[in-house]
Nanobody
Framework: QVQLQESGPGLVEPSQTLSLTCTVSGGSIRSNYYYWMWIRQPPGKGLEWMGAITSEGVSYYSPSLKSRTSIYRDTSKNQFTLHLSSVTPEDTAVYYC?????????????RGQGTQVTVSS
């Protein structure tokens, strides 16, 4: 069974860069036909698709976050990482990594438990 685990700081100061890593076990991030994605859920709001990296290593981003987001992978560690720059309190959310089959969808067949990130000074 595939398992995903997010890791990273729970508190980030405004204007700094948020970095989260997703460690995958039970399956390879190079497996065909999957998108390895980052999604988030701000307090009181729905899930938001942030971006994804394909099994070929190509990254895609939400248009609303594209200027601040990068996603890359380390195949030797079976990990993929999110960087979100210039964060503001509006970036406070629970962040999830997941595996999906549909581009741009928040639906995943496997997803991490999520990690709370708060942006505050």
């Amino acid at each position: 069974q595939v398992q995903l685990q997010e890791s990273g700081p729970g508190l980030v100061e405004p204007s700094q860069t948020l970095s989260l890593t997703c460690t995958v076990s039970g399956g390879s991030i190079r497996s065909n036909y999957y998108y390895w994605m980052w999604i988030r859920q701000p307090p009181g709001k729905g899930l938001e698709w942030m971006g994804a990296i394909t099994s070929e290593g190509v990254s895609y981003y939400s248009p609303s976050l594209k200027s601040r987001t990068s996603i890359y992978r380390d195949t030797s560690k079976n990990q993929f990482t999110l960087h979100l720059s210039s964060v503001t309190p509006e970036d406070t959310a629970v962040y999830y990594c997941g595996r999906g089959r549909v581009f741009g969808s928040t639906t995943s067949d496997y997803r991490g438990q999520g990690t709370q990130v708060t942006v505050s000074s």
